[in-house]
């Protein structure tokens, strides 16, 4: 009939802060299908959300991937990619991003929530430590920290949805901006890194703070450290590029076994585990 659909069917990945970098490379390679060694099979996600804070200031890569996927596998106007918006430092905000992703689910896919949560989102405040105010200071922990908890929090029923089919590919992902050994490299940057070396322990214990305290025996939270990658806040010199940080990251979450222990909860690009 004119103006029917089919629903978008598969698992349902959902990246926030997917604007640029490591986000939108993640979006990227969520779009192909990514191989289980296990088993010889793979997965192929039916739907990716990519949330910006501003849809207006993507990178246009972002876009293209948007259309391909419009003209090449959507249907009577279906895209695998959804480009949703959602500010990480307002309440407001994350809420109504949790309402619109619900609609969205419940209007254009067959699956009930999310399979997937990638929470990217974040800044590096390169003003020196003792010359910071305590507003950038604050600003800098509300997007680092407290922005991936509330927008978890606010999308935790979702992923819950996914989590009562039992899924072997319920993630809840937190993607790190630094951590203890990552100080040299920033100093060889020449970045101050005061502030990020703040936030980081804080956002490292969010996963295991999650997973034991919520009790949500189905949902698989992860903390991924990306290395040191060359985006607008690693630098030019960072060797690891986006798109390599993308390929390896994304199969290596997916394919992690899950663990109840904090040390089954970090992990590097390549799925071995962390020191915390």
Not at 126 to 143: D, K
Not at 185 to 209: E, K, M, N, R
Not at 242 to 263: W, Y
Request: with cysteine; proline share 6%.
């Amino acid at each position: 009939a004119s103006g029917a659909f089919s629903r978008l069917s598969g698992p349902v990945a959902v990246v926030i802060g997917a604007s640029r970098g490591i986000g939108l490379q993640i979006v990227r390679r969520l779009l192909q299908p990514i191989p289980n060694p296990s088993n010889s099979s793979s997965v192929s996600f039916g739907t990716v959300i990519a949330a910006c804070r501003d849809l207006t200031k993507v990178d246009p890569l972002l876009q293209q991937l948007h259309s391909k996927h419009s003209a090449t596998e959507g249907e009577a106007g279906q895209s695998r990619l959804h480009l949703m918006q959602v500010d990480v430092e307002n309440d407001t905000s994350i809420s109504q991003f949790s309402a619109d992703l619900d609609s969205f689910l419940q209007s254009s896919t067959s699956s009930p929530g999310i399979d997937l949560l990638i929470n990217n989102a974040g800044i590096l405040d390169r003003t020196p430590g003792l010359e910071c105010s305590r507003a950038q200071m604050a600003r800098h922990m509300n997007v680092n920290v407290s922005g991936p908890l509330v927008c978890t929090q606010a999308l935790l029923p979702l992923v819950q949805k996914s989590s009562s089919k039992k899924s072997t590919w319920v993630r809840c992902v937190f993607v790190c901006l630094c951590e203890c050994d990552f100080i040299f490299v920033l100093q060889i940057c020449g970045i101050d890194y005061s502030l990020t070396h703040t936030s980081a322990p804080d956002l490292h214990h969010t996963p295991v703070f999650m997973s034991l305290q919520l009790e949500v025996p189905d949902v698989h939270f992860l903390q991924v450290h990306p290395g040191w990658v060359s985006t607008d806040m690693g630098g030019s010199k960072a060797p690891i590029k986006p798109d390599e940080c993308a390929d390896r990251l994304v199969p290596s979450v997916l394919n992690h076994p899950k663990g109840d222990k904090a040390e089954n909860m970090f992990i590097d690009l390549d799925g071995f585990a962390r020191k915390w």
